[in-house]
């Protein structure tokens, strides 16, 4: 996908049993930390404990092969789905 240098891309990522796919999902985050302007975290708390699923929202910065990378990267890893979306100026 090309953008144009004013767009910006939101990587939105849903993570289930985020105790077991943290590491992995952490290694690409770190992987792609230069490109990660904004990073949020979400998940539901229950009393104290956390829910095993969550959501990280990502504004990615800079070239398109890396602002889409982390995307491709992100899908490989299973009870992981990446999506994408595009805000064109």
């Known amino acids: 996908m090309k953008t144009g240098a004013g767009s910006h891309v939101i990587v939105a990522v849903h993570i289930t049993d985020r105790i077991k796919h943290a590491i992995e999902v952490q290694q690409i985050l ?50 992981v789905e990446a999506k994408v979306l595009v805000f064109s100026h």
């Open 30 to 79: 770190t992987a792609y930390g230069a490109h990660i302007k904004t990073r949020i975290g979400l998940h539901e708390t229950d009393g104290g404990a956390s829910s095993p699923n969550g959501i990280v929202i990502l504004e990615m910065v800079g070239d398109d092969d890396k602002r889409f990378g982390i995307l491709e990267e992100l899908n490989t890893v299973d009870g």
